[in-house]
């Protein structure tokens, strides 16, 4: 058998403070019943905690792809200088 590093997990809250660390077997089952432990471990209750919302593919797709469009445009002029240059 293999060595228990891996996988070590730890539980933290929505600060990100650590409040737990898996102390049994290495398998799913006993991940799932050790992480029960901590769920909503800071939430008083009957309190939900709040989902954020995630970020549209359509608002961030032009944030990657713009970056990409200059480089690929930077590099094509630095091609065509560099063949001018040659040829001259």
């Known amino acids: 058998m293999g060595g228990r ?3 070590y997990l730890i539980y ?3 600060s990100g403070e650590r409040i737990g ?7 799913v089952a006993a991940f799932k019943q050790s992480g029960a432990a901590f769920v909503n471990a800071d939430a ?5 905690v709040p989902q ?3 970020v549209p ?4 797709l032009p944030l990657i792809l713009l ?3 200059v480089v690929v445009v930077v590099g094509v002029l630095v091609f065509r ?5 040659q040829g001259s």
Request: proline share 15%; net charge positive.
């Open 44 to 48: 008083t209750p009957g309190q939900t």
């Open 67 to 69: 970056p990409l469009l």
């Open 81 to 85: 200088s560099m063949q001018q240059s």
């Open 12 to 14: 933290m809250n929505a």
């Open 5 to 7: 590093g891996f996988p």
């Open 57 to 60: 593919l359509l608002k961030i």
């Open 52 to 54: 954020s919302p995630g």
């Open 21 to 27: 660390v898996h102390q049994g077997p290495r398998s």
